[in-house]
Antibody, heavy 118, light 107 residues
């Protein structure tokens, strides 16, 4: 069974970069069988898909965030990461990582609350 | 982006009731639809994929139907553990989008 765990700072200052890591166990993300995605959930915007990374081809991002987001794989550590730059209070949310074998998400991390505030 | 609209926003029901939640897509998505259950403070849990396929381990009282733009999630006989918020998700095209959620509350 695939297990995921998000980690990173819970507080980020406005205009800075939000950086989160998702550690995966029970599956190898370098196998090519898994897509690795990030989501977020806030009271104002509900559940929002941020983007995905895969071994090949390159990542796909939500156009609403594309100019600020980078998702990357670290296959040596079986992790993937999210960087979101120039954050504002509107980026305050619970961030989830998830994996799938296609377009449906059956494995999720527990979520991490990130607050953007000075 | 494909907009997903769920109804109703809230459902008040009792144990043993049959409950139906609907989800409408702003354009046709064939059967590229999933349903998730989310409990307070927890991650979403996949219940139904491809509109009507039951995810492994999910009780058979959950069922999904529909194709194109109109979909339904049905819980045939509510159990105490089913009181939660339910979301639909379109998986037809990027960006993946979700409905706003339907909160199922105990009457």
């Amino acid at each position: 069974q695939v297990q995921l765990q998000e980690s990173g700072p819970g507080l980020v200052k406005p205009s800075q970069t939000l950086s989160l890591t998702c550690s995966v166990s029970g599956a190898s993300i370098s196998s090519g069988y898994y897509y690795c995605d990030w989501f977020r959930q806030s009271a104002g915007k509900g559940l929002e898909w941020i983007g995905r990374v895969y071994t090949s081809p390159g990542p796909n991002y939500n156009p609403s965030l594309k100019s600020r987001v980078t998702i990357s794989l670290d296959t040596s550590k079986n992790q993937f990461s999210l960087n979101l730059n120039s954050v504002t209070a509107e980026d305050t949310a619970v961030y989830y990582c998830a994996t799938s074998r296609g377009n449906y998400f059956d494995s999720w991390g527990q979520g991490i609350l990130v607050t953007v505030s000075s | 982006d494909i907009q997903m609209t769920q109804s109703p926003y809230f459902v008040s029901a009792s144990v043993g009731d049959r409950v139906t939640i609907t989800c409408r897509a702003s354009q046709g998505i064939s059967s590229w639809l999933a349903w998730y259950q989310q409990k307070e403070g927890k991650a979403p849990k996949l219940l139904i994929y491809a509109a009507s396929s039951l995810q492994s381990g999910v009780p058979s009282r959950f069922s999904g139907s529909g194709s194109g733009t109109d979909f339904t999630l049905t819980i045939s006989s509510l159990q105490p553990e089913d009181f939660a918020t339910y979301y639909c998700q379109q998986a037809s095209s990027f960006p993946y989008t979700f409905g706003q959620g339907t909160k199922l509350e105990m009457k």
